[in-house]
């Protein structure tokens, strides 16, 4: 029995070496070569130790729920970086050089106290996640439509009055959430975003919805509760692939194609959580 657990407590450090994932920074930098992934969530930190480049192979990092202010400019040195999480921090700003990360593919900032994005944001060639909800973002710049690998943008309960024209050229984007904002247009071509699934313009100041998007043939679901619009576009009756719509008691539908009256479900909305009455299975 005796061997059995000195045969365990041999085996543990290298498990943990094997699966390359970190929760403290002493086992983290006494072990730099094997470290893919940095996790460290809730532990009240306010600050991130400047040497995340001493990791040379490191994919992953989580610092969700903590006190982050700012990241440090080794960051940008971590060229293998896939995956940045950093929800529900107090981070300022995101520094001009992250268009380093070459190779990030999902960065998440929701909840922090962003109320600008860099230029350069839009110069992450394989991103295709970017989740900005609840931060004090009046606009987003126009080079976000070069991120032609974007499949979901979330940039719900921001200070938003407009979106910009180059979101239009987002081809591979399937996920659109920009609810909770102060929006009151959208581009007339929103409906070349050909690959979108789902769009939620929830909580608005829209005036209109415009025609262009029942182009969008892809388009599964649909929140347009309290949106500001009052009448939705009657393109929307052709989109064989709509199954969920929500609206709230004011706003006038589109008349339902009988080919899929059957599918397209609309949902009268009176709460106005939409985690409630939306369990939307998109992520």
Not at 233 to 249: G, H, Q, T
């Amino acid at each position: 029995m005796k061997n059995l657990l000195c045969i365990l407590l041999f085996l543990v450090p290298i498990i943990g070496r094997a699966d390359g994932v970190y929760r403290n920074w002493d086992d983290a930098l006494a072990d730099k070569e094997f470290v893919r992934v940095l996790h460290m969530t809730y532990r009240a930190m306010d600050t991130i130790p400047d040497v995340l480049d001493q990791f040379p192979n490191l994919e992953e990092i989580n610092f969700s729920n903590n006190r982050i202010a700012y990241l440090p400019p080794s960051i940008l040195k971590c060229h293998k970086l896939k995956k940045l999480v950093l929800f529900r921090n107090k981070i300022k700003a995101l520094p001009d050089g992250i268009y380093q990360l070459e190779r990030l593919e999902h960065l998440s900032v929701s909840y922090n106290d962003l109320t600008t994005l860099p230029d350069s944001i839009g110069y992450l060639p394989s991103l295709t996640v970017l989740y900005l909800n609840g931060n004090d973002i009046v606009s987003l710049p126009a080079s976000i439509g070069q991120l032609k690998k974007l499949v979901s943008l979330r940039v719900g309960s921001n200070r938003l009055e407009k979106l910009p024209p180059e979101i239009t050229q987002l081809k591979s984007l399937q996920l659109l959430d920009i609810g909770n904002n102060y929006i009151e247009a959208l581009p007339e071509n929103i409906g070349d975003l050909s690959e979108l699934h789902f769009f939620y313009l929830q909580q608005n100041r829209l005036v209109t919805i415009p025609e262009s998007l029942g182009k969008c043939k892809k388009l599964q679901e649909l929140d347009v509760v309290r949106c500001g619009a009052l009448r939705m576009p009657a393109s929307l009756a052709d989109i064989a692939k709509l199954e969920e719509v929500y609206v709230d008691e004011r706003i006038i539908v589109f008349y339902q194609n009988p080919l899929y009256r059957y599918r397209q479900r609309i949902t009268v909305v009176t709460s106005f959580d939409p985690n409630i009455y939306r369990p939307s299975k998109a992520e």
